[in-house]
């Protein structure tokens, strides 16, 4: 029987998010987590009570310049990203970034170049490609149920976190960005935005003045449009996506359960169109008929992971690939200056 072949893989950087793919990358049978890196020893020594046989480092350089690690994860703060990342590319390992892709549409660019240059896979961590939700209202917008996409609306609320760089459209905006890219197939060619700073609580989100309270708007060459509220405000998460076509409606609740987050309404009756001044009848209207669909079981997170070893141990294309995270930079990057 022919040996599986086993992916060497190591991360950069354990704070809030790395822990989460140190768990996925290891539960994977055809991946080995070879070791893990981050500048403070307290997460280091947090991570090796979860993970007693992975071995860690403070040098980062150490997991670069190890030949036997064939793949790099990075979860990093962003400002890092492209320098770590065309290290590890020019290293001939394969990269697994987390968003947003890089700092600026620049950098993002230079990364997508190296990664072609040195023929090796270049992951963006857009993790909601993989959430069963979005993948089912993908089928169901490919089916055209909906019929003629008219409008969306997102809405994405929580506090924001209490240390970070980066405002609320770069925190929040890289997952409806890269949800509706993934949904819609194109990309707008209007956009317009209105960022505000309002002081709430006691962060350095407010010695910094962040924006972190967003309304962006775009329109595509379809006609469609969307409208994104991304906010810092509330300690009240809000995951809402409302999708609104020619024959119908999907509402996305992500803060339900799996077995309520997507519901499609149909079209409704609404017998006061081309009522009569001589009609009896009272008028009303109703509401369509709400089917609750069914979604798959899995942990998003694992799928994309499962995705990245895959295509590189098999060679297939990514889902998840550069262009993506280079396109929802450049969102990002346009959002931000209006």
């Not at 969306?152 to 890289?174: A, C, K």
């Not at 609580?201 to 962006?216: A, E, Q």
């Not at 009522?275 to 009848?281: R, V």
């Not at 942990?299 to 889902?319: A, N, T, Y």
């Amino acid at each position: 029987m022919k040996k599986e072949k086993i992916l060497n893989i190591g991360v950069i950087g354990c704070g809030y998010w790395g822990p989460n793919l140190v768990r996925n990358f290891s539960s994977l049978a055809n991946c080995n987590v070879s070791r893990i890196s981050d500048k403070k020893d307290g997460r280091l020594v947090f991570i090796k009570e979860e993970f007693k046989n992975i071995d860690t480092t403070l040098d980062f350089m150490d997991i670069i310049n190890d030949p036997n690690i064939e793949a790099v994860c990075i979860a990093t703060p962003v400002k890092t990203h492209r320098d770590i990342a065309v290290m590890a590319l020019n290293a001939g390992k394969h990269v697994f970034v987390e968003k947003p892709m890089a700092s600026t549409v620049a950098e993002a660019n230079e990364m997508r170049n190296v990664a072609l240059e040195t023929r090796k896979k270049l992951a963006v961590g857009h993790v909601f490609q993989f959430s069963p939700a979005v993948r089912a209202i993908k089928n169901i917008l490919k089916d055209k149920t909906l019929g003629d996409i008219y409008h969306i609306t997102s809405s994405r609320i929580n506090q924001g976190p209490p240390e970070t760089d980066v405002n609320v459209l770069w925190d929040l905006g890289p997952h409806d960005f890269s949800i509706l890219l993934f949904l819609l197939e194109e990309y707008p060619h209007e956009i317009s935005s209105f960022n505000n700073y309002f002081p709430f609580g006691f962060s350095k989100n407010d010695s910094l003045r962040l924006t972190n309270n967003s309304t962006i708007h775009m329109k595509f060459k379809s006609g469609m449009t969307t409208a994104i509220h991304l906010s810092w405000l509330s300690s009240n998460k809000t995951r809402l996506m409302q999708i609104f076509g020619s024959e119908g409606t999907i509402v996305y609740d992500e803060m339900l359960a799996l077995d309520g987050k997507v519901k499609l309404y149909g079209k409704g009756i609404d017998n006061r169109i081309n009522s009569k001044d001589k009609d009896t009848k009272q008028l009303n209207y109703q509401s369509g008929d709400i089917h609750i669909i069914n979604l798959e079981q899995h942990e998003p997170l694992r799928l994309e992971c499962e995705h990245f070893v895959d295509s590189i141990l098999l060679d297939k294309p990514l889902i998840n690939d550069a262009k993506i995270g280079l396109d929802v930079v450049r969102l990002l990057e346009i959002a931000s200056e209006n």
